[in-house]
């Protein structure tokens, strides 16, 4: 791939010019954002970015090398949470891409959209024209999908409504899928669940194929970097800083709302101030983005005056975080199945060549079938069951959860914003409208493997599990007034019931599907959780102690009327500022029952046609 010719690495050079925007952090939202506000030959615009362009590193052009970008410090921020108490007193590994193209650049490339009424919420929340209809043209404008016909379907067509034909961001189906996903399938309708054909429709329950991040033609993933960036490589108005670690925002001295005059960076040691004439975006991320706010004075006095920080703008930036929680269930083989596992070319547009096999036999070298370039482009992930609770759990423990919801919406202790979000999510749990899915149980598996090796040499079907719409609130803040610090992380994992609850029936769920129909003649037993992990109470310490995060942080600016909590309004800016923007997914303000990537790309298709029609 051609070296990006608008990215610069000469700091002085760079600080010596004033731009119309600075965009801090280039990564999805924010090289999405600028790519597009550069198409405006009128304006310049400057990104910041603290990470190295990586893109033609081979782990990070496959789709498959999200198993290693997401734990090498190569290519993360290396951060962490604190202390999680109520998952076994344990520091949980927290994945940020510090590259160019950011997270989308090390993710595992899922690219879903969750359902009508979670959008909705945004716009009864406070923000006009925030809602599942108004996001939709962006949704198509970031998107150009490759039609392709998958017998997963039944020999249909795969999703028919995708209307986005020419965005920055190629999609495509994998060109082979492991042989037990038919079993997966037949199992999931024994259980009445169906096919759905389109989950981009507003409703994404039931079980459906996925779409990853990845140009089917090169075999290459799909990011920020290499979409959007590159469509606007030879444009001279856009210029990319590398190695540039944002440390404030430069406020004019006035009265009233604060206005940005630029961003102060670091390079390699050394302070530098860049000059924005119009304003500031901050796309650092649901976990920066609120440090640097704090560390420009904006934010909560409790929390700025611990490190002599003035409060600019009194805001509960960093509290409302959310995460999806993922349980790594596993299940073994029988000797037969085992003997006759295989990848099964089941697209249409796979051909295999003059004397190889056609099928990958488990455990055989990559040679026994064509897998030299469909290996490469395969993700691991896909396809998924989601469900909504009801569908999966007993009257009498929906009627638990339920009374569990209530218990919160009588507390006293609750912020507007989060009593708010919890009414919603008991609409959603109650099926007051369109369904909403609440349970994801996803099949999992390396590429050119029908399953995944056990260190004792074992293999498995690894069928990840998570709870969609968790109660629990955590928060991000600075704990020092270096601004070159990690900020605190905090989750808070599981600290209410609730999700502990849904997350064991999710789990049973599981179990029960893995001895359903064609699955039971393949599985032998459980391997995660293990066999003796039997009660609700084992089951809960073992989740506790092997619980991990499915990297899907949001809400920590988020998008909501100032009177509930919120940090930006309908246009992105943050309250009490003239010209200071946020897009990313700190903005999101309730977390969605689907991987997080399409949605941010979309909010930044429509962040930058406000800004355009501000101008």
């Known amino acids: 791939m051609p070296p990006h010719l608008n990215v610069v690495t ?89 590259l160019l193209g950011g997270t989308s650049a090390i993710n595992a490339l899922m690219w879903t959209r969750a359902g009508r009424p979670e959008y909705d919420a945004w716009e009864a929340l406070g923000n006009p024209g925030w809602n599942f209809e108004a996001l939709l043209p962006y949704f198509n404008r970031s998107q150009s999908h490759k039609p392709q016909k998958n017998d997963l379907y039944g020999g249909k067509d795969e999703i028919t409504e995708y209307n986005g034909t020419h965005g920055p961001v190629k999609t495509s189906y994998n060109t082979w899928y492991s042989s037990v996903i038919p079993a997966f399938k037949e199992s999931v309708l024994d259980l009445s669940f169906e096919v759905n054909h389109n989950p981009f429709s507003g409703d994404a329950t039931g079980f459906y194929n996925l779409a990853p991040s990845v140009d089917h033609d090169k075999a290459e993933r799909q990011h920020a970097a290499v979409t959007y960036l590159a469509q606007a490589s030879e444009r001279p108005n856009i210029s990319v800083l590398l190695g540039a670690h944002a440390t404030r925002i430069i406020f004019a001295d006035a009265t009233g709302d604060l206005v940005a005059e630029g961003v102060e960076f670091d390079c390699s040691g050394t302070r530098y101030t860049v000059k924005g004439n119009k304003e500031v975006i901050l796309s650092a991320g649901t976990y920066q983005t609120p440090q640097l706010l704090e560390l420009s004075g904006i934010g909560k006095a409790s929390v700025l005056g611990q490190f002599g920080i003035k409060t600019r703008v009194e805001l509960p930036v960093g509290e409302n975080l959310q995460d999806h929680i993922l349980v790594p269930l596993q299940f073994g083989f029988t000797p037969e199945a085992t003997a006759g596992l295989a990848v099964l070319p089941i697209n249409a547009d796979v051909k295999d060549e003059p004397g190889k096999e056609s099928v990958h036999v488990l455990g055989g070298a990559c040679s026994k079938s064509d897998l030299h370039r469909s290996a490469k482009s395969t993700t691991t992930g896909g396809p998924f069951l989601l469900a909504t609770m009801d569908k999966i759990i007993s009257d009498a423990q929906h009627a638990e959860l339920v009374s569990t919801l209530d218990g919160y919406l009588a507390s006293t202790g609750l912020s507007p914003l989060e009593r708010e979000q919890l009414k919603f999510q008991r609409q959603w749990l109650c099926r007051e409208g369109a369904p909403v899915a609440d349970a994801q149980v996803m099949y999992a598996s390396l590429p050119g493997m029908a399953a995944i090796p056990t260190p004792d040499g074992q293999m498995v079907i690894w069928f990840p599990i998570t709870h969609l719409h968790p109660a629990s609130r955590g928060s991000v803040h600075i704990k020092s007034a270096d601004p070159l610090a ?68 949001v809400g920590t600016a988020p998008m909501a009327a100032r009177e509930l909590g919120g940090a930006v309004d309908p246009s992105l800016k943050v309250y009490g500022t003239r010209n200071v923007r946020v897009v990313d997914a700190s903005v999101i303000p309730l977390q969605l029952g689907a991987t997080p990537m399409a949605t941010i790309y979309a909010i930044a298709e429509k962040a930058a046609e406000v800004i355009k029609a501000a101008l």
């Open 10 to 98: 000469d700091p002085k050079a760079f600080a010596q010019s004033s731009y119309d925007f600075i965009v801090v952090g280039g990564g999805t939202a924010g090289l999405a954002v600028a790519a597009r506000l550069s198409e405006n030959p009128s304006i310049t615009v400057a990104v910041l970015e603290a990470g190295p362009d990586l893109s033609a590193d081979p782990n990070v052009a496959l789709a498959a090398g999200w198993l290693i970008t997401t734990s090498d410090p190569k290519y993360t921020w290396g951060f962490e949470s604190e202390v999680q108490k109520h998952v076994a007193d344990r520091r949980i590994t927290l994945p940020r891409g510090k």
């Open 486 to 553: 990690a900020p605190s992380i905090d989750p808070n994992f599981l600290s209410r019931e609730y999700d502990l609850k849904t997350l064991i029936h999710v789990v049973r769920f599981t179990q029960k599907l893995a001895k359903t129909g064609a699955l039971s003649k393949l599985v032998s037993g459980p391997v995660l959780p293990p066999q003796n992990v039997e009660t609700d109470e084992e089951l809960s310490e073992w989740i506790r102690a092997n619980m991990t995060t499915v990297f899907h942080p």
